[in-house]
Nanobody
Framework: QVQLVESGGGLVQAGGSLRLSCAAS????????MGWFRQAPGKEREFVAT????????YYADSVKDRFTTSRDDAQNMVYLQMNSLKPEDTAVYYC?????????????????WGQGTQVTVSS
């Protein structure tokens, strides 16, 4: 089992940057694909980014490609989401999630564990 705790959210102006962190507990962290999702008020939770086991593959939603970067540090049981050139439409609660699948996945139903989320607000 994996427990996830996100941090690093906050209020930032458009064009600014934030770095989200996700701390994972459990000795099997290295065996999970790790993903980031977000949910804006009144909208469904949507895929943002994912990094595969060992960090060899990364995938991004088109809306954040070239602006966001995800990475993982298995020695520290940490996952990160670096967000640059933020836009007001990036405003949402951001969630870290872990998936124990044989392939990298991007849908919410395929993730097994979730953090509590961290609020990101981008002002115009």
């Amino acid at each position: 089992q994996v427990q996830l705790v996100e941090s690093g959210g906050g209020l930032v102006q458009a064009g600014g940057s934030l770095r989200l962190s996700c701390a994972a507990s459990g000795r099997t962290f290295g065996s999970y694909h790790m993903g980031w999702f977000r949910q804006a008020p009144g909208k469904e939770r949507e895929f943002v980014a994912t990094v595969s086991i060992s960090g060899g593959r990364r995938y991004y939603a088109d809306s954040v490609k070239d602006r966001f970067t995800t990475s993982r540090d298995d020695a520290q049981n940490m996952v990160y989401l670096q967000m640059n050139s933020l836009k007001p439409e990036d405003t949402a609660v951001y969630y870290c999630a872990a998936a124990s699948r044989h392939r990298v996945v991007t849908t919410t139903s395929e993730y097994d564990y979730w953090g509590q989320g961290t609020q990101v607000t981008v002002s115009s």
